[in-house]
Structures are given as structure tokens and as C-alpha cells.
């Protein structure tokens, strides 16, 4: 496994509570749109055996042509050791990357796209959206959905409704009106929707998306390939 200590070469503060960290890119370092990496500070492997508490499970925020790794994140004032280091870095401070994998590429079959997400977990769509306005090539459109229920939406520079693009981009606050706009995309039966954000947000998402008889091979998940039961094992008794 190869580490890729690299520095942070600006942070950007998109909200109050969200930060983007900008990493230097690595010459032989690269990566595809809905990747995510293993994020480590300093001291995670210190030890006989990796301090688990210093390294998170992060998406790329960022496209290999913008130049750096961009890795967006929430830090609340009440937060884990490891935000609460992170929040003390600053810019030329060391980090790690490692393990980097995209389970979740733009699917491009003629279809139209669906990207649901909650809070923070837009920071995924964000390169496949930029992916799609250089390339649309079989995809017919693509419509984004977040939730954030603090109202300080993300990454409003992008996902910004564009009709000439075939891109839609849809914010809201609550969880009824999220859950019926989920539905009244689930009315195109031949779409595949993507879903990003906690495991108890996947799972409430796909029994909507099933209850409308949307079927599992068109639903995209941030997971790999052998912890995917975990989140259809119910399909058997459908």
C-alpha cells in the first residue's frame, strides 16, 4: 500500500461549519470522479498498528485537472478528535492519502441521472456534476437533490439549475418535502439515482426508491461491492 504524504496548500471555509481542504497533488497520485481516500494525519502510523482514530474515510471533492485534491468536510463545534486536530491545521501542514477508490463513476447509458444527498455528502457529486458540464456525452440529464436542513447549501457556484447544460440542481430543508421530492423523481422507472450520505440515510432511500418500484441495479451507493447486501439484504422478501 503506498502513502502519499502531502501538504495542504489552502482551506476554504464554504460555510460556517464546512471547510475544503486543498491537498498538492502527488506527480504519479491520481483519480476519477465519485472516488474517495483514506485521509490521515500525522502520528496515524506511528505505532505497531495504525491509530484508526487519526484517519477517515473522505470523497474527493475535486477533478485531477483543478490541481489538487480538494477534500470538503463538517466540523461542529462539538467534534471528534480528529476534526478537532483538523481544524487546527493549517496551510503547509502535512497530511496523508492512501487507499483510493471510486465506487461511484458517471454512469453513461442514456439515461437520466438522479444525485441524492444529504448535507455535506454533495462534496461527492461535485466532480461528477463538473465531469458531466465538460462531458455529457450518453447522459441524457442530470438532476441533483440535497437536504441540509441548516440551510447553508453547498457548492452554489455549481449546482445552480442550468437548462442548456440538462442539469437541475434542487436544495431543501426538511425531510418531508426531500422524501416526496424523492418520489416524484422515483416516476422515472428507467433512471439511475445515486445516493450519498449516512448508512441510515442510504437505507431510507432505497425503501422509497423500491416502494416505487425502482430496482437495485439502478441504484448507485458509495460502497463497495461486498457491502452492498448489507443495504439490499432485504430484497429477497420483495
Known sequence: MQIYWTKINKIIEETPEVKTYLLDSPKDFTWEEGSHTHFALKGFNAGDKPNRSLI??????????????????????????????????????????????????????????????????????????????????????????????????????????????????QFVDNRKDYYEEVKNLAADKDGLFYIVGSDDFLVQNIEVLREQGIKPEQIMLDKRAQELPNFFSIESSL
Open 56 to 169: 477517515r474515510h473522505m470523497s474527493i471533492s475535486s477533478l485531477p485537472h483543478e490541481n489538487a485534491i480538494g477534500i470538503t468536510t463538517r466540523i461542529r463545534e462539538q467534534c471528534s478528535e480528529f476534526k478537532s486536530i483538523l481544524r487546527s491545521l493549517e496551510v503547509g501542514n502535512e497530511v496523508a492519502i492512501f487507499k483510493t477508490h471510486s465506487n461511484l463513476p458517471l454512469k453513461r447509458e442514456d439515461k437520466n441521472v438522479y444525485l441524492l444527498s444529504s448535507g455535506v455528502g454533495l462534496a461527492t457529486y461535485r466532480p461528477i456534476v463538473l465531469d458531466y458540464f465538460e462531458r455529457a456525452d450518453n447522459v441524457n440529464q442530470i438532476h441533483s437533490l440535497n437536504i441540509d436542513s441548516s440551510k447553508a447549501f453547498l457548492f452554489t457556484d455549481i449546482f445552480t439549475s442550468a437548462p442548456d447544460k440538462k442539469f437541475e440542481a
